[in-house]
């Protein structure tokens, strides 16, 4: 990047002198451009490449700086500096040293932990709470690394969770033993490796003419000692503590607020015009964040001519309304739909803008978190649709009996078979009018090499189920004399029976979908989904989370059923979504974030969904992951600022799942659009 193409601000930061220099590049400043202007000055001023470290959060980031740096130098000589993210230098230079590392993936060095704490005897502990599982321990042993406290892990545990401190003791223990086992046979995980490399810099004579840090308002203290523990005569940190957003990680936004005051030299330099956004947006956007604390001062100034509409704010009856609404709006719009983004707090909330895009024709991709279609209960509910248009379709048949209690994919397709047998090649007509008596799953010859022989699966008397509550005409089946049908699995059974005399007969897509979600069948697959995603690391159930899981599949639901109203035709309203289902959530397309997904990405036109109080901000992870109403504003200013030309913000006024009122954002009254 030539000096000449800088703005006053950029030349003034990426020449700076020899020292400890902070930049403060807000949102669409050109960060990445003063960073690849501030290499290409020291190296014209001829310090050697190799003398250069650049840290970032991202491999591809430090990817793309040295790409444009081997644009204006050569390029052998520009894959000399040493770049990358903490792990990946921290890896190279102890290599380079001659250290053995045996690097583990956390899910390998669980089932170690998880060998350790299985010794353990919790019992003869009193405490009103189960101690928590290998796994989730691992998880929280990495956070305490993250954050270097001055605490034992033990008690840090307890701090973050009371009802833990009787297994203070315990955790030291097993954590102890835990490092010596790793020890023992040289293994690291990824913070191991940043620890490591701490203490080799400690004791070496690595050094560096200048450190370069991109995005420093996201490093962690860990990654912060590393910085500090470097031997270097320049830093050059870069990043904007408006857009600190990953607290939940680890990430302290002190480090960067306390820069000027842990260096004495400390030069703070700020990059202000912005080159992204529209007069209106910028002002909204300023607006909003000025509510939180200043630390350095700062303002962002608007580059950009022309005439742009200020941002819109559209408000909904109903939550489901605000998702078809936009994506129409959408399908209206002339921006040409890669260019279009919506932005939102929640995965959940993308489901509906998927849903209605999709039903409309177009396309989009999902980044963080699971398709709309990829959903289990929405594959589940696709499924029990098309098993009962095409009774020949054996995946959908073993994807429905997933969720029957002990049934794996073989003993569903033995099920599957013997349907299809007494069914004469129908297994709607095997559930509801058996066409023989005898035992299905007889498998006729079989040879063993000891000899030939007739392989008769055991029988059991279908009377082991008289007591059950089960119809008359479902008890003559045939199937049930299979030993291996137990309880569960007959109950599960009659539930399929049900819902195919139930459904058999239904033309309309949308009746159907409806009586698939009323199916005693769908209640046990959704009742076994809830209680999965609801199961703590100890095993537990949260119940509250059970809840909310319920309720986000009953949301699914309603969806599919408004996806179905405009068919007539069954076959029609699931070809239209197989066949158009991936095309349509990959590759070209509407754009679909999480806030923090979107980081570092612009767009034309930008919609922040579901701006209701309790949504966004988001009160339970706030208070879950130690979060504030400040981080939860900045994760709004850094949605507002990926938009060029055109901002749409949205809220509704009711949850017709969740039967519950919503109240505005406090953010839309802070930003001006609504009053108090």
Not at 4 to 9: C, D, F, G, P
Not at 347 to 373: M, P, Q, W, Y
Not at 554 to 576: C, E, G, H, T, V
Not at 616 to 645: H, Q
Request: glycine share 6%.
């Amino acid at each position: 990047m030539p000096l000449s193409k800088l703005n006053q601000e950029q030349f003034k930061a990426a020449t700076a002198p020899y020292g400890n220099n902070l930049i403060i590049a807000s949102a669409g400043t050109g960060k990445t451009s003063t960073i690849v202007a501030r290499i290409g000055y020291l190296l014209n001023k001829g310090v050697d490449p190799k003398d250069l470290l650049l840290l970032t959060f991202t491999n591809k980031a430090s990817g793309e700086m040295i790409d444009r740096i081997a644009k204006n130098f050569d390029e052998k000589l520009a894959k000399k500096i040493q770049s990358g993210t903490f792990h990946a230098i921290s890896y190279r230079l102890l290599k380079e040293s001659g250290k053995k590392i045996v690097l583990k993936q956390p899910k390998e060095l669980k089932m170690v932990l998880k060998s350790i704490t299985e010794k353990r005897n919790f019992s003869y502990i009193d405490a009103d709470t189960s101690p928590y599982s290998a796994g989730y321990l691992y998880d929280l042993h990495s956070l305490y690394q993250n954050m270097v406290s001055d605490l034992e892990f033990g008690k840090w545990v307890s701090k973050q969770n009371a009802d833990h401190e009787p297994f203070e003791d315990v955790y030291d223990d097993v954590y102890a033993e835990f490092k010596e086992l790793k020890q023992r046979f040289g293994y690291v995980d990824f913070n191991d490796l940043l620890i490591d490399f701490r203490t080799f810099l400690s004791e070496s004579d690595v050094k560096f003419q200048e450190i370069l840090v991109d995005e420093y308002q996201d490093t962690n203290r860990l990654q912060g000692s590393l910085i500090s523990g470097f031997k270097r005569e320049s830093l050059f940190c870069v990043g904007d503590y408006d857009q600190s957003i990953y607290g939940f990680n680890g990430a302290d936004i002190n480090i960067i607020a306390s820069f000027g005051d842990r260096f004495e030299d400390a030069k703070i330099f700020s990059l202000n015009k912005n080159y992204r956004s529209s007069a209106p947006i910028l002002s909204l956007a300023n607006k909003v964040i000025e509510k939180n604390p200043r630390i350095y001062p700062k303002k962002l100034e608007v580059t950009r001519d022309g005439d742009f509409s200020p941002p819109k704010l559209m408000v909904f009856g109903e939550l489901f309304d605000q998702y078809s609404a936009i994506a129409k709006k959408i399908k209206d719009s002339k921006t040409p739909h890669e260019e279009i983004a919506v932005i939102f707090r929640n995965n959940s909330s993308a489901d509906g803008i998927e849903a209605h895009l999709r039903e409309l024709g177009v396309g989009c991709k999902r980044k963080s978190g699971t398709s709309f279609f990829d959903t289990k209960e929405v594959k589940a509910m696709l499924d029990m649709f098309t098993i009962l248009i095409n009774p020949r379709d054996l995946m959908s048949f073993i994807h429905i009996f997933e969720y029957a209690k002990g049934v794996g994919g073989v003993f569903a397709k033995d099920l599957f078979d013997a349907l299809y047998k007494v069914g004469d090649g129908n297994i709607l007509m095997g559930i509801l009018h058996p066409k023989e008596k005898k035992n299905p799953f007889k498998r006729g010859i079989v040879n063993h090499q000891l000899g030939l022989f007739d392989e008769i699966i055991e029988e059991e008397s279908v009377m082991r189920f008289k007591k059950m509550g089960f119809d008359e005409k479902f008890l003559k089946n045939p199937i049930l004399k299979h030993s291996k049908i137990n309880n569960d699995l007959a109950t599960y059974l009659h539930a399929f029976y049900i819902f195919i005399s139930s459904s058999i007969d239904i033309d309309s897509p949308q009746a159907l979908v409806k009586n698939i979600t009323k199916s005693k069948l769908f209640e046990l697959i959704t009742e076994r989904l809830a209680t999965k995603r609801a199961t703590r690391k100890d095993a537990s159930i949260d119940e509250s989370m059970k809840k909310e899981a319920l309720i986000n599949i009953k949301r699914k639901a309603l969806l599919l059923q408004d996806l179905s109203r405009p068919y007539s035709d069954k076959f029609r309203f699931i070809n239209a979504l197989t066949l158009g289902g991936g095309e349509l959530s990959e590759g070209e397309g509407v754009n679909l974030l999480s806030i923090h997904a979107s980081k570092g990405l612009e767009f034309k036109e930008v919609y922040i969904v579901d701006l209701m109080d309790g949504r966004f901000p988001n009160r339970k992870l706030m208070s879950k992951n130690g979060g504030d109403i400040e981080e939860e504003r900045r994760l709004f200013y850094v949605a507002l600022t990926r938009a060029k030309d055109i901002l749409y913000l949205s809220f509704a006024k009711y949850d017709r799942v969740k039967k519950i009122d919503y109240i505005r954002s406090p953010f839309l009254v802070e930003a001006g659009m609504l009053k108090e």
